[in-house]
């Protein structure tokens, strides 16, 4: 797909979607945009303030209405939040709206790219590998349902990933 008008990006918190994000952005000259930062935005607070006050359904539903109006733009780079796959609605919007790509990585590499991150409310109860891999059972075969394409992003720098993407849109 040679210059699409619009990409997404999903996978797993500690993907990479942000930072690719934000140089396929630079690179294609296009908006990045990330739709867990929107939320913040708009609600004046973050994400595991959120969370706390209205649980994951209340952030879910505040991020399909996001998702929706995000993947409605042009000339657009979205980075969706890890959970964005969830909501069926959500992953047809996205499929149809946009070139889907899913940053895969390992759980291992997730552990160790979100260790010292506080912004991670599903990782504060619990054993955090464990978390992590109940959520990748989960969502892996919903990225990969909706995915135009899939790159590893483990041990890889975001411009080499970024790089491979741009050269695999052609």
Sequence with gaps: MANPKN???????????????RQLGRLLHLD?????????????VDIPFIFEKEGEAG?????????DELSQ????????????????????????????IYLHTTVQQQLD?????????LLENGN?????????????PLYREIADLTVETDGRRV????????????
């Design 7 to 21: 990409l997404f990006l999903v996978g797993p918190m500690g993907a990479g979607k942000s930072a690719v994000g």
């Design 32 to 44: 990045f945009v990330d739709s867990d930062e929107e939320i913040e935005a708009r609600t004046g």
């Design 59 to 67: 952030f879910r539903l505040r991020e399909v209405k996001v998702i």
């Design 73 to 100: 733009r042009q000339g657009v780079v979205l980075a969706t939040g890890g959970g964005a796959v969830l909501d069926a609605d959500s992953r047809s919007r996205l499929g149809a709206r946009g070139f889907v």
């Design 113 to 121: 790219r979100t260790q010292r991150g506080r912004n991670r409310p």
């Design 128 to 140: 955090k590998a464990e978390v992590l891999e109940a959520l990748m059972l989960e969502r892996d």
């Design 159 to 170: 411009q080499a990933v970024a790089r491979d993407i741009v050269e695999a849109l052609g």
